[in-house]
């Protein structure tokens, strides 16, 4: 911790100046944070970036802590996230162009319950491909974790020296990222309240309208704080839009294979293990529409939709249907 203070020194440093920093000195918290190597396209930024994330903000926060002050909830978030996401080797999903795009033209139904959400894990990474998804001024977002946490749940890392951990206050699902080239986190919880629909929880946890993604910030006397909000609100929808169409049925997800298994210098460590990747939607094709009906209108997207089906015995049970957006005209 004193060497990174020192490597900091009050400069500003680069992500690549820090990832090298962390691959000299801390190559065992490096491989502790990345369970399975994936052998990923080059167009996805490489999983290092989440580690590099991670450990910058258990570094910045132990350093808060020993000196008194309080740490910070963005790092910490994180922090507690890949405590999760450890839990199942750092489960990760990488998102297809396609498919992202399909993301940002569906609506979320707005009467669905947010305890209606299915988690195939308590936490996942969505890898995003590259030159997608950016701040309005910090950069790039290379990848949204998605979690779904319980109240007094208890997260920590097993890293040698770092003694912080963090205890959730509420039943929440938490979206977060980490932007690279400004270095810095981003996160939003929605807490979660019984019967609450996601429209009702979303509007009670932001101050951006849910109905209204795209208004106009030239009027705002702090464009950059707005810019924060927006951008962190907008994050948690893409990231419950990207899970939803994840389980919604469309069987988009296909499934990596273990490549390799390479061993450990030490005896008494595991195993490292070559993956390929988890992809979600890599085979998806855009719909259109055909007619005679549709040639006449200016060619456009009509979006799409996510909504909770009921069925079952007396419409018991609910599923999640995508209603998958489509171009027609021209």
Known sequence: MLEFARFQGGKTRTYPEVKGFF????P????TLTPRIINAPSWYWAQKVLSVGVIEGVLSNQILSDIGQKPDLTFATL?????QLLEFDVPTFYVSKEVL???LRTDVQVDLLVDSILFPFPALVFMLPRNSIRHPTEGECPFIIVSRSEKGQTGSLPLKGITISRQTTEDAICVSTYLPEARRCYHKGIGRVEGESIKIAFERASRIPFSSPDRDLADSGN???IADVEFADRLWLLGITLLLIMVSGENLVEHGTRLKVVKQKNRFDRPKESWSPNFLGRLYESESVAGETER????HW????LKSQPYGPKHSLRKIIWIRPYRVGG
Not at 79 to 83: I, P, Y
Not at 296 to 299: I, T
């Open 79 to 83: 922090e507690s996230q890949m405590g």
């Open 23 to 26: 691959e000299e000195k801390l």
């Open 296 to 299: 006449h209108l200016v060619a």
């Open 223 to 225: 464009v950059l704080n």
């Open 302 to 305: 009509r979006k799409g939709h």
């Open 28 to 31: 065992q918290w490096l491989d």
């Open 101 to 103: 795009l399909a993301a």
